[in-house]
DNA sequence: ACTCATCCTG
DNA sequence: CAGGATGAGT
């Protein structure tokens, strides 16, 4: 067996064809088709684009077929509607158009909808202030006395934080939100109005939904609260009822949650929590110099251009457990178990806005986000962890947010959306941008600001898929993250003692991984007479680079920093000097490895702080 | 008492 | 990868 590690160093220096290139402008990042189809509705009014197109298909709209299967959505739906149009005229089929041929193009519209509605219903997110107290709290050590020490400074920046210039950022936001929300009324009623005068042109606007409620009532009674069960058994209107029923809804419910939230005595103060990203450099570079580091040739750069295809497997298991694995939310919500639903139905007469509050433009940003990102993703941030009995008025709805969250998650890219890096500015909600608060933060955006922005988006209730992929090319990056680096890497999920938990055993499991790789390939090259670690080195086309590279980056799409393979040749040669010394026959040998790695840790680039789930 | 890291196991 | 056991540190 050639372990392909001993005659490394001769070739080390082959492949210095492909230069080492920043890192940070990571190549990988591949839109999805999903995305692109998202973009193209961003772009133009959404509203618009959904009514135009509804109407056009409404003559062919046949009551009582037009069916969701939930399980249908997919990437593909979208491809549908794309070219649903040319599909049917090029269908030579006489003149009239199949009605499934309509009937497919309107479900994937419709679909479209859903999906860019996907979001988290639950979203909650921790206030800035809680957030930056949370912090404080947690800053107390992770990994032994040396991490201790290289934070401390850390602290005094937090300590340090300027308290002055929180509260009348805090206003305007509140000012801006409130704007946002009157405009998203109106334009909601716009849109209900107009839906509604598509389908029921003789209808009376009162009938409004009133079908579709009571059997979502009644199906919350009899303990199945799955408005997706509803929204397949219903007709394609009552379909569209539904979307209706949960938009309007939704929005009530969101704005509700705002106001109570943003009265005046709830205004929180500044939060400190411009976390300072106190770069962490200087710690490694005492081991790196002592050491002999090949250069990686450029061999790694075979990148697939697939999309990402989420690669561990979407089992159907519901998520049953408190202490939560990977969370796989089901496809189909399962019947609920918890929290009853108290009803509180809000009438869209909620609050009449008036509609010339915001321009055109602003129009269509804020309603793309909310179809976007649902009801909760936006404003539930704002609120400081509604109560529970707040949050069980709003079960059934979430339930269905969820649902659809879940399904959209299914297809998404974990975080490579983005062609191009960002920059602290120039954060993009998934190619849909804020403006307004976007430009008011500028380029002098603090922490908490940026804090306050990402906290527009979903926020999970737990990890997904996307955040073990995550998580697992961070650790090309940082074998030991502390709780402060997941939090803000990972700033759509709502952080907890689980969520922590959770994440830290992760990385715990990669470096189990890690270091049993590197064991075995040292214990391997002592076995083939390899005489010291001048002839240990690691590149892109080793076996063990292979092995782990399968392991954290399976679908290849990653560029692995050279600082990986850096730190992993360190590795190996502490593994093989330490066996090499026999001093594997002490039970604890290992500890003096480990804690040499966790100080080789590295920063983790800025673009994993944009949020995986999308 | 609590958290975290590792080890071991499935 | 998660769960449990164990030990170290606070």
Known sequence: MNLSLSDRSVQGNKGSHEEDKPQLAHPYFHRTMYDDSLASYSNGSIISQLLRKTIQSKKALDDGLFYLPATTLSTTALVDSGQE????????????????????????????????????????VLGANEQADEESHDNRET???????????????????????????????????????????????????????????????????????????????????????????????????????????????????????????????????????????????KTQSSLEISKANGEGTHRSLNYYEGSEGHTPEDQTEALSLVVRKPPLSHPVTASPVAKRPYPLSHAPFQFSYCSPLQENQILGHLLKYGPHSSFGSLSCLPPPVDRSSTDSINLTWDAIAARAKVTSNPMGHRPQPTTMGQVMV??????????????????????????????????????????KLMFFYTRYPSSNVLKTFFPDVKFNRCITSQLIKWFSNFREFYYIQMEKFARQAIMEGVSGTKDLSISRDTELFRALNMHYNKANDFQVPDRFLEVAEITLHEFYNAISLAKDSDPSWKKAIYKVICKLDSEVPEDFKSPSCL
């Not at 499934?100 to 219903?121: D, F, T, W």
């Open 85 to 124: 149009d040319q599909d049917s005229t090029s269908s030579g089929n006489s003149g009239e158009r199949p009605v499934s041929e309509h009937l497919r193009a309107k479900r994937a519209r419709v679909e479209n909808i859903i999906r860019g509605m996907a979001g988290s219903p639950s979203a909650r």
């Open 143 to 285: 990994y032994k006395e040396n991490k201790r020490k290289q934070r401390l400074p850390l602290h005094q920046d937090l300590d340090s934080a300027p308290a002055s210039r929180g509260r009348s950022s805090k206003d305007e936001e509140c000012h801006r939100l409130r704007g946002q929300l009157h405009a998203m009324q109106s334009l909601l009623r716009q849109l209900q109005e107009k839906l509604f005068r598509v389908q029921n042109p003789n209808d009376s606007e009162h009938e409004y939904g009133e079908e579709f409620e009571r059997r979502l009532h009644n199906q919350r009674e009899s303990g199945k609260t799955d408005s997706d069960q509803v929204m397949i058994h219903s007709g394609g209107r009552n379909l569209q009822e539904a979307l209706k029923y949960e938009l309007s809804k939704a929005i009530a419910e969101s704005v509700d949650l705002v106001f109570k939230k943003f009265s005046p005595t709830l205004l929180v103060p500044p939060s400190p929590s411009h976390i300072s990203q106190v770069p962490e450099l200087k710690k490694r570079t």
């Open 430 to 471: 998934d190619g849909l941008s804020l403006p307004t608060i976007k430009v008011e933060c500028g380029d002098s955006q603090t922490m908490a600001e940026r804090n306050t922005y990402m906290s527009l988006r979903n926020i999970q209730e737990g990890l997904t898929p996307s955040h073990l992929k995550k998580a």
